[in-house]
């Protein structure tokens, strides 16, 4: 069974603040690792990918990837109340290129102004 | 360019009734995949296309579920004898692998309501 397991939330943090939302997952052979917003009502959108272990930067947003720890992360920095929605994290396991993702239930977010 | 696109976005059927729900991917998009998300709960897989490879029919939940992809592209999802379990957003995404990245894409989702 391969499992992505989230930071249950809900998160809140004020306007302007580091949102940090963590995810654990149990296949050491992963190679593959998302971060998926997805705001009420709406689907999931791709915001981050990350593939090798340390850190990637896009605007925002800093994924951080510990393979040994087996552990991926989502800093969000100068939080906004669009920020607002639930994010989750997916895992692509080892040995698959093209296939499903297993994801996390998501961790819910809010910014307060 | 267009993304995925998901038709009907809204369904409403009754108990024991076949649908329909269809997915057109991204162009040139070789993989196509459907989840399904119940009302506060994770995306949960159900099946898997790539080019002309055997479908990964490893998620679909029972029998009365199947899907096809015809002519590489447009894929449909019919579920048969709906029971009121089926309600939930049933979303399709699709992939391409351009420079290593393997990322999927999602369509707005179809909603089924089982009455």
């Known amino acids: 069974q391969k499992e992505v397991e989230q930071n249950s939330g809900p998160l809140s943090v004020p306007e302007g603040a580091i949102a940090s939302l963590n995810c654990t997952y149990s296949d050491r052979g992963s190679q593959s690792f998302f971060w998926y917003r997805q705001y009420s009502g709406k689907s999931p959108e791709l915001i981050m990918s990350i593939y090798s272990n340390g850190d990637k930067e896009d605007g925002r947003f800093t994924a951080q990837l510990n393979k040994a720890s087996q552990y991926v992360s989502l800093l969000i920095r100068d939080s906004q109340p669009s920020d607002s929605a639930t994010y989750l994290c997916a895992v692509r396991p080892g040995g698959s290129t093209l296939g499903r993702l297993y994801f996390g239930r998501g961790t819910q977010l809010t910014v307060w102004p | 360019g267009a993304g995925v696109s998901q038709s009907p976005s809204n369904k409403v059927t009754e108990k024991g009734k076949d649908v329909e729900l269809r997915c057109d991917p991204i162009s040139g998009h070789t993989a196509l995949y459907w989840y399904r998300q119940r009302l506060g709960q994770g995306l949960e897989f159900l099946i898997y296309?790539?080019?002309?490879?055997?479908?990964?029919k490893s998620g679909l939940p029972s029998d009365r579920f199947s899907a096809e992809r015809t002519g590489g592209s447009v894929s449909t999802l019919t579920i048969q004898r709906t029971q009121q379990e089926d309600s939930a957003v049933y979303l399709c995404?699709?992939?391409?692998?351009?420079?290593?990245?393997?990322?999927?894409?999602f369509g707005p989702g179809t909603r089924l309501t089982v009455l």
């Open positions: 296309f790539q080019g002309n490879s055997a479908p990964d």
């Open positions: 995404a699709s992939s391409f692998p351009a420079g290593g990245g393997y990322e999927q894409f």
